[in-house]
Antibody, heavy 119, light 111 residues
Framework: EVQVVESGGGLVQPGGSLRLSCEAS????????MSWVRQAPGKGLEWVAN????????YSVDSVKGRFTISRDNARNSLYLQMDSLRAEDTAVFYC????????????WGQGTTVTVSS | QSALTQPRSVSGSPGQSVTISCTGT?????????VSWYQHHPGKAPKLLIY???KRPSEVPGRFSGSKSGNTASLTISGLQAEDEADYYC???????????FGTGTKVTVL
């Protein structure tokens, strides 16, 4: 079964750090672009960052640039999101998503992991 | 970059058709044919329904269809069913600076 499973969410104080992980299975992880998308409470989905197959191309939304770092380990079939200098407005459910091969579409999503930034 | 504009809610009776609009700009929806639609039941993984404006993954029922005219994309659900009650989001590629922008989301209610 093709799936991605997120982990690593939790409660963190403003200014703190957290590292999210996403473990992929059922497909050739190293062949796909991957992405993180988040949903703040009561809000819609927001694309956060993506990374190409070998990890050399990375892009992110302006609001997290300089604070969040996306990375991957193809040997471990895993995607990561290192989040530093967290703010209250980063509170959200974070989803890991796979891109369709050769497409601009995220086709496989996980159920998400919740990040709460609060003192 | 602002979110794409969707109606907050739409509703219909079982068997009816509903259409959800997704309005962007000439820099995203109007420029690229990379509009996708997702169904999201709270607490679950979003599900891809439509990609590249009108393409449908093989596992998605044919009663879901997509189209685009100018800066507005649309998702139509024909033969509405109870299990279609969910939140729906559009998403468009927006170029190498912005990358991706999602819609504001639409709650579909089956009466």
């Amino acid at each position: 079964e093709v799936q991605v499973v997120e982990s690593g969410g939790g409660l963190v104080q403003p200014g703190g750090s957290l590292r999210l992980s996403c473990e992929a299975s059922g497909f050739t992880f190293s062949s796909h672009w991957m992405s993180w998308v988040r949903q703040a409470p009561g809000k819609g989905l927001e694309w956060v960052a993506n990374i190409n197959q070998d990890g050399r191309e990375k892009y992110s939304v302006d609001s997290v640039k300089g604070r969040f770092t996306i990375s991957r380990d193809n040997a471990r079939n895993s995607l990561y999101l290192q989040m530093d200098s967290l703010r209250a407005e980063d509170t959200a459910v974070f989803y890991c998503a796979r891109y369709l091969l050769g497409q601009y579409t995220m086709d496989v999503w996980g159920q998400g992991t919740t990040v709460t930034v609060s003192s | 970059q602002s979110a794409l504009t969707q109606p907050r809610s739409v509703s219909g009776s079982p068997g009816q058709s509903v259409t959800i609009s997704c309005t962007g700009t000439s820099s995203d929806v109007g420029y690229y044919n990379y509009v996708s639609w997702y169904q999201h039941h709270p607490g679950k993984a979003p599900k891809l329904l439509i990609y590249d404006v009108s393409k449908r993954p093989s596992e998605v029922p044919g009663r879901f269809s997509g189209s685009k005219s100018g800066n507005t994309a649309s998702l139509t659900i024909s033969g509405l069913q109870a299990e279609d009650e969910a939140d729906y989001y559009c998403c468009s590629y927006a170029g190498s600076d912005i990358h991706y922008v999602f819609g504001t989301g639409t709650k579909v209610t089956v009466l």
